[in-house]
């Protein structure tokens, strides 16, 4: 089985159930497999191909989360990339070799600017 089928499994069995939570807000499974497909196509038209990697440059967040449920719908893999890294061991040319494409959070911004990943 896939993480993703997991996802789907839960959203079969209540998909108003929290399946993800963060400072009291809660995404319900039927939210993350919406943004799991979304993230799978987005990735695919992005001409990421079932094997690749794909990075997600993030702290602990629910949307980061879904993303890797996303990977997984598209048959990528995922490369997680702590935000904590010291800049001068993560570069915008090492995360090339790592990872076809990159996904960050909007909390993540100013230190994927500051490695030239945007």
Do not use: H
Not at 82 to 88: D, E, K, L, V, Y
């Amino acid at each position: 089985m896939r993480l993703v089928d997991y996802l789907d499994k839960g959203a079969s069995l209540g998909a108003d159930a929290p399946c993800l939570t963060m400072d009291g807000k809660d995404l319900s499974y039927g939210d993350v497999q919406r943004l799991s497909y979304r993230i799978a196509r987005g990735l695919a038209n992005s001409g990421i191909i079932p094997g690749e990697k794909v990075a997600i440059l993030s702290g602990n967040d629910p949307i980061a989360f879904a993303c890797v449920f996303g990977i997984s719908r598209a048959g990528a893999v995922w490369c997680p990339i702590n935000p904590a890294t010291r800049r001068q061991k993560t570069s915008s040319s090492s995360m090339r070799l790592i990872a076809a494409c990159c996904c960050f959070t909007a909390a993540s911004r100013r230190w994927s600017t500051s490695l030239g990943l945007i």
